[in-house]
């Protein structure tokens, strides 16, 4: 029972974290996203801070 129980825990676990790092890939890669991407990264070089426009 107990190998059991342990075996569907490593499975689901497994998918859960498959299914999540697929999502957060997704998300870093999607067209859309890139300006944001690209404004977050200049923050730290530029003068204005994140409220500024």
Same mark, same amino acid.
């Given at each position: 029972?107990?190998? =059991? @129980? ?12 498959? %299914? ?7 998300? =870093? @890669? ?12 200049? %923050? ?10």
């Amino acid at each position: 029972m107990y190998e =059991a @129980l342990s075996s569907f825990a490593q499975t689901g676990g497994l998918i859960y974290f498959v %299914l999540m790092f697929a999502a957060a890939l997704t998300y =870093a @890669l999607w067209p859309s996203n890139k300006s944001k991407f690209e404004d977050a990264a200049q %923050l730290p070089l530029s003068d204005k801070g994140p409220d500024d426009e």
